[in-house]
């Protein structure tokens, strides 16, 4: 069985995808404005983590993958 990749979306996919950040950023924007930039911190605290992590993992894929062509 094939390990699909998390990150890559299919077409049809794209549009939810869409929708739940339209939906993040209109929820965002009730907020009053300290907790808004508290929680905008907090979720670009958590995405760079997250890209930090994935920045790392490829890393660590790619003399793999080389290995493989």
Known sequence: ME???LFALETNEVTSVAEA????VSL???LPPSEWR?????FLNSFMQKLDELMEQAQLEQPVRLGMD
């Open 28 to 30: 965002l924007q009730t």
């Open 38 to 42: 508290d929680s905008r911190l907090m």
């Open 21 to 24: 950040i339209e939906a993040r």
């Open 3 to 5: 390990k699909r990749n």
